[in-house]
Nanobody, 121 residues
Framework: QVQLVESGGGLVQPGGSLRLSCVAS????????MGWYRQAPGKQRELVAT???????NYADSVKGRFTISRDNAKNTVYLQMNSLKPEDTAVYSC???????????????WGQGTQVTVSS
């Protein structure tokens, strides 16, 4: 059974930093496209960053130069380092895994429970 567990959220002042972690079980992060998404109150969920099994990384324009996605294969964990945080980064951040369905071009989406990030003075 695939499970994703996020941690590392919290309250931080503008300009501060946080590192989110997503620990995966039941799957192998190095074989999967992993991503971080966020959803602010009253808004749709949006992509923050993704990393593929081939280490191709993509960022939302709003976080480029401030956020870094990385993967520790030994720990089966994906991270999101967030620097220079702004109030508009406030949201619930969720980890996503696109687990491929063998023999097809399709995948199954798995989601963590989310972790709250609040940027406020």
């Amino acid at each position: 059974q695939v499970q994703l567990v996020e941690s590392g959220g919290g309250l931080v002042q503008p300009g501060g930093s946080l590192r989110l972690s997503c620990v995966a079980s039941g799957m192998i992060v190095s074989m999967t496209k992993m991503g971080w998404y966020r959803q602010a109150p009253g808004k749709q969920r949006e992509l923050v960053a993704t990393i593929t099994s081939g280490d191709i990384i993509n960022y939302a324009d709003s976080v480029k130069g401030r956020f870094t996605i990385s993967r520790d294969n030994a720990k089966n964990t994906v991270y999101l380092q967030m620097n220079s945080l702004k109030p508009e980064d406030t949201a619930v951040y969720s980890c996503n895994a696109e687990w491929p369905i063998i023999g097809t071009m399709m995948h199954t989406d798995y989601w963590g429970q989310g972790t709250q990030v609040t940027v406020s003075s």
